[in-house]
Structures are given as structure tokens and as C-alpha cells.
């Protein structure tokens, strides 16, 4: 996913907004992730101390290292005498005992659904063989995605002085990626209101589980510091939509408010259709390939966000790199879909191969060659 530009809304939006709820947050932002739109913004690139909301990329570098097979859901991390001696019950915790050797997926289970500060400590450990090694993949990660103005220290956010930071734009722009890049293990793992472990049943705080429809995600944080942050998330009828809000000084107060702000994103604005996941969108030239072009595929359902009840004016534009070096790997990004409502910035989509292509021989060179020259 592409990182998110945020912008104050445009005219044609204020009469969608007459019936916005008040949100006291200093950071605010709401995202509708099928098309890309920032519904609202307020300060999203003010860099705050996310504390445990930096769990969000400690389960998203563990998705990629289990999607690449570095990392197996079944595998068991045995516990360092260290590792158990510094994170005993500190902070939110699963109780992980010194002898335990929990799998790799109870160890994502506690850290996304009870915060645990254990479990991302064995995790990082087990995974990678150091939380610096740890950290230095979620620094990659977010460079990858974009992330300019993030950086980790820990896997589990707790206090380092300030060296672990991020912003409401960055955190959208993660969550984003989380669920669609990872969406079976997002839906394996996130959206859970409670878990059971070593005999101990402890709840999942976040605000929108069992009040608001569709809401499965994604993770709070608090820090005497930083208040009470969150960043959560609903799906209904296809429509995803992603909130971050930071500094309340009240947990009740973020939770009541929080339920407005989605319920507001869904009600007072609509996604229309663009293009259906898997469709194609065009074509981009390739070189060096057994293929002089690769389709170009929505990875997922495409939409433009209106408020709701009026009519969408929009065009479109693919922009990519070109021409696409082989080899091509189906299902990588390589496009990017760019969509130009009046009055808003553009909004950028990404856009997938369709097939693999791989690198040609020399005479699929000199046939592709020979094919530009004559412009076939």
C-alpha cells in the first residue's frame, strides 16, 4: 500500500461533515483503505510515542517472516533465564512461565489480542535471534512501506526515551499494508475478544469489539507521556476503514469517541466500485522478459469514497516504472493506480503483475526488440 497523504477535506465534503462528532483528540485520522481517501486529518504527521500500538508492526514483521517460511506457526521458542528475569509480569503480559516453550502462534495470539510485552520479547528473540535484529526488520519494513517519520526500538513499545515514534499518517499507512497484504493471517489473528492461555482467560481492550459492526482490529497504547492512543478498524460490506487517534487523556473518552468517528466514516460517506479484485486494469511493458508486457490487476476491490448520496467525478491514470525489469513476480506491485477527484489530491492505489513473467533468452530479446522497433 502506498503511504497515506493526508489533506483537509475539500468543499464538496461539507455537508458530509455538518454531522461529524466531536473528536478531542490532537491526532486524528480516518482512512477509507479501498480508495485510498483521508475522510479527516488533523496534525497526522506530529511524530508521538505510540507505546503499545508498536505491537501493530511486530505482528506485521512476523506475518512477512511467516509468508517468506522463516518462520513456522507450530515453531517452539524456549524462553532465555534473561528474557523470563526482565519481562516477568511487567506490563501487560501472557505469564509466560521460565520453562514454557510456546509456538510461534500463541505468541502472535498473546501479542495481538493481550498486548503482551513477554511474548514480543521471545518472539523477536526466537525469530531473528535478537530484538536488534527484530527492530532492524521493522525499521526495513517501514522504510519499505514509506514510513518516513517512524522509527523503532522495541518490539513491544515500551518506554526507551523516545527512541521508538511514529505518526497517525504512518500507522495508517501500516495497518493498511497489514491487512492486505497478510489478510488470512490478519483475519487468523486480529478481531479477538479475549484469550485463554496457561489456564488464564484476560479480555482484549480495544474500544470497538462487541459495539461496533465489522470492527476487528487493531490495537491500543497508552504511556503517561503520549495518553491513550489507538488505531482500530472495521470492514462492512467489503468497505475497510482505519482510524488513528492520539492523546486522550481518558481511556473513556477515546473509547466513546473513537465508536463515533468509524460509525461517522460509515455513515456519511460511500465507496463506489472501480474495479473488483483480480480485475484487469492495463498493461506495463516489460524488459528483458519471455513476455513483452504483464497485465496489470487490482490486488483488491478498488473504490472512490463520496460522501454519501452524491455522484463520483473522478479520472484515472496508471503511472509505473518503466519499462518493468524481469523477472516479474505475480502478484507484485509494480503500478500504481492514480485517481484525481476535483478539489483533492491524488489519491495513489497499487497495482499488481497478473502473471509472472521471467527472464527471457536471447531470442525472446531479439524478438521483443524487434517488436518495439516496429512498435507491434
Known amino acids: 500500500m502506498m503511504p497515506v497523504k493526508a489533506a483537509a477535506p475539500a468543499p464538496a465534503t461539507q455537508a458530509a461533515l455538518a454531522s461529524m462528532p466531536q473528536i ?27 507505546a503499545s500500538i508498536t505491537k501493530i508492526m511486530t505482528s506485521y514483521v512476523a506475518f512477512d517472516l511467516i509468508t517468506k517460511g522463516k518462520l513456522r506457526l507450530d515453531q517452539r521458542i524456549p524462553i532465555r533465564r534473561e528474557t523470563f528475569r526482565q519481562w516477568r509480569n511487567v506490563g501487560s503480559t501472557m505469564f509466560l512461565p521460565a520453562e514454557a516453550q510456546p509456538t510461534v502462534a500463541e505468541l502472535i495470539e498473546g501479542i495481538v489480542t493481550v498486548s ?36 523503532f526500538n522495541t518490539p513491544n513499545g515500551w518506554m526507551d526515551e523516545g527512541q521508538t515514534y511514529v505518526t497517525a499518517a504512518d500507522l495508517a499507512t501500516l495497518s493498511g499494508a497489514l491487512m492486505t497484504r497478510f489478510p488470512e493471517l490478519y483475519r487468523r489473528f ?23 459492526e465489522g470492527a476487528d482490529g487493531v490495537k491500543t497504547g497508552f504511556t503517561n507521556e503520549a495518553g491513550y492512543g489507538f488505531v482500530g478498524s472495521a470492514e462492512r460490506r467489503g468497505r475497510r476503514l482505519v482510524m488513528v487517534v492520539g492523546g486522550y487523556d481518558r481511556p473513556n473518552l477515546r473509547a466513546k469517541q473513537s465508536r463515533e468517528f468509524i460509525e461517522w466514516g460509515f455513515a456519511a460517506w460511500e465507496a463506489q466500485p472501480l474495479f473488483a479484485k483480480g ?4 498493461k506495463a511493458v516489460v524488459q528483458g522478459g519471455a513476455e513483452r508486457e504483464v497485465s496489470l490487476v487490482a490486488p483488491r476491490a478498488l473504490t472512490v469514497t463520496v460522501p454519501r448520496g452524491s455522484k463520483a467525478r473522478y479520472s484515472l491514470s496508471v503511472r509505473y516504472k518503466g519499462p518493468v525489469k524481469a523477472p516479474v513476480a505475480k502478484g507484485e506491485t509494480v503500478a500504481s493506480l492514480i485517481v484525481r477527484v476535483p478539489g483533492e489530491p491524488a489519491h495513489t492505489l497499487p497495482l499488481v503483475a497478473g502473471a509472472d513473467v521471467p527472464r527471457g533468452d536471447v531470442l525472446d530479446r531479439l524478438r521483443n526488440g524487434a517488436f518495439g522497433m516496429f512498435g507491434l
Open 24 to 50: 478531542d483528540a490532537p491526532i486524528a485520522l480516518l482512512l477509507d483503505v479501498g480508495s485510498g481517501r483521508v475522510l479527516y486529518a488533523r496534525d497526522v504527521h506530529r511524530r508521538f510515542v505510540p
Open 116 to 151: 503482551a510485552n513477554d511474548a514480543c520479547v521471545v518472539l523477536a528473540e526466537g525469530a531473528v535471534g535478537s530484538v536488534p535484529a527484530f527492530t532492524a526488520l521493522m525499521n526495513e519494513a517501514a522504510a519499505e512501506l514509506g514510513m518516513r517519520d517512524s522509527h
Open 190 to 212: 486480529y478481531g479477538h475478544a479475549e484469550m485463554t492461555w496457561g489456564g488464564i482467560t484476560q479480555p482484549n481492550h480495544n474500544p470497538l469489539y462487541g459495539v461496533v
Open 279 to 282: 480485475t484487469p486494469v492495463a
